[in-house]
């Protein structure tokens, strides 16, 4: 199925974070196939993003869960008034029940303020939701903070962080552009500001000098 140009751009965004903060020590997909019962080789999930931690990452066109290794965290960004879902919601908690994450992340782009993050953990082989509150919440898997803030053009979107507060956010990939330019700005600036400082000094110490008498 087709999907909206906002769900490509966060969905975009998203791996291109985890990217940042996995690869290459681990494996990250993006809406691949990813099979999970060998005996029923039709059984899939195509998963937003997902990472397999401990798997140096490495190219693959469809994922073999029995060849790669179950995916330890996976995400999913729901948008369903631009791009149609292939499967029910619930269809897919028991798929990824069935698939052995660890962790599962849902963002849902259109939910009401504190309804938009909702994560379930793999618990005694159980598949329980977790409570979040504020649209805020760890990534048990990853060690970072989940939460909601703006993305590309768009005011909402799922976000990493690497501290507890947010304010510390992973980047993506045009994020780590302008800030690699602004940095270089900034260091053109004090260049030019500190070689202005030693060109005043210097007139000041010229001026300082006692003339020679002719």
């Known amino acids: 199925m087709g999907q ?3 769900h490509y751009k966060l969905c975009k965004a998203l ?5 940042a903060v996995c690869v290459p020590e681990h494996t990250v997909g993006a809406d691949q196939f990813v099979y999970f019962d060998a005996a029923a080789p039709r059984r899939c999930l195509a998963p937003d993003a997902f990472v397999t931690l401990r798997v140096p990452d490495h190219d693959f066109d469809s994922y073999l869960v029995w060849e790669e290794g179950t995916p330890d965290v ?9 791009t149609p879902e292939r499967w029910t919601f619930e269809e897919k908690l028991r798929r990824y029940h069935a ?3 660890r962790e599962l992340v849902t963002f849902h782009v259109d939910a009401p303020e504190g309804e938009r ?13 977790r409570e979040v509150t504020g649209d805020t919440s760890p990534c048990v898997t990853l060690g ?13 979107g799922l976000r990493l962080a690497r501290d507890a507060e947010g304010r510390d956010l992973v980047l993506t990939t045009d994020e780590q552009r302008l800030a690699a330019e602004a940095a270089r700005e900034r260091a053109e600036i004090a260049q ?3 070689e202005e400082r030693v060109r005043e000094l ?4 010229a001026a300082a000098r006692p003339k020679r008498k002719p």
């Open 4 to 6: 909206g140009r906002r």
């Open 15 to 19: 791996y291109e974070m985890l990217c």
């Open 74 to 82: 996976a995400f999913e960004v729901l948008s369903p008034s631009d």
């Open 99 to 101: 698939l052995g994450v």
């Open 117 to 129: 993050l909702r994560i379930w953990d793999r618990l005694e082989q159980d598949f329980v939701e």
């Open 144 to 156: 970072l903070t989940l939460l909601i803030g703006p993305v590309d053009k768009y005011p909402t």
């Open 192 to 194: 030019n500001s500190a």
């Open 202 to 205: 210097e007139a000041k110490l």
